[in-house]
């Protein structure tokens, strides 16, 4: 039962153009999201998160928006950069669950120079 | 610091033999997470301990996996007969505190392959 969906396992981009990377959520009591970053033979990096009372949250060339109605986040990269090429995470976690994160499938997305 | 230290970074080992997966997390940090990632399900969190206490491995598999952590600089994750489908990369991550605000900080990973 996977609980947080990642459905596109790969996504190509051109250099400069905006990267709109998808995530849906099952479990409504999921309160808060995040997204980390996957390079090969590394661990996931933190990249950006979102609490629930928040639809938007800003960091640099990262925006993640949250839509709870329809239980989906996305994550925009503006502009895409060739060292944005990775694997990309999305993760979700209640509050009752403290630190437990649960995470999707993972998304690999290319940006062509 | 040096980040989350894992060993062995590769293992290849026969079915039915025992696997031992060792983490050293970060310094000072009281939270650590052991994961499993494969193709199908992505990240799965298998278990996680707080000032070495478990709190939740409702994640773990099934008996074959155990975790340990004996002090605040140790873990180990040990598969005991290690199976073909055990084959994954499993992570071991560290935070400062038990707050799901804070920042899980991931190590490289054991690429783990049971043939």
């Known amino acids: 039962d996977q609980q947080v969906k990642q459905n596109s396992p790969s996504l190509s981009v051109q250099e400069g153009r905006i990267s709109i990377l998808n995530c849906d959520y099952t479990?409504?009591?999921?309160?808060?999201f995040l997204w980390y970053k996957k390079y090969p033979a590394e661990g996931p990096t933190f990249l950006i998160s979102?609490?629930?009372?928040?639809d938007k949250n800003e960091d640099g060339r990262f925006t993640v928006f949250l839509n709870k109605s329809a239980k989906h986040l996305s994550l925009h990269i503006v502009p895409s950069q060739p060292g944005d090429s990775a694997v990309y995470f999305c993760?979700?976690?209640?509050?009752?669950?403290?630190?437990?994160?649960?995470f999707g499938q993972g998304t690999r997305l290319t940006i062509n120079p | 610091d040096a980040g989350v230290i894992q060993s062995p970074r590769h293992e290849v080992t026969e079915m039915g033999q025992e696997v031992t997966l060792r983490c050293k997390p970060i310094?000072?940090?009281?939270?650590l997470f052991w994961y499993r990632q494969t193709m199908m399900r992505g990240l799965e969190l298998l278990i996680y301990f707080n000032n070495n206490v478990p709190i939740d491995d409702s994640g773990m598999p099934e008996d074959r996996f155990s975790a340990k952590m004996p002090n605040a600089s140790f873990s180990t994750l040990k598969i005991q007969p290690s199976e073909p489908r055990d084959s994954a990369v499993y992570f071991c991550?560290?935070?400062?505190?038990?707050?799901?605000?804070?920042?899980?900080?991931f190590g490289p990973g054991t690429r783990l392959l049971v043939l």
């Open positions: 310094s000072g940090h009281n939270s």
């Open positions: 991550a560290s935070s400062a505190s038990g707050r799901r605000e804070e920042t899980q900080y």
């Open positions: 993760a979700a976690s209640i509050i009752q669950g403290a630190q437990k994160l649960v």
């Open positions: 979102i609490s629930s009372i928040k």
């Open positions: 479990n409504s009591m999921f309160d808060y």
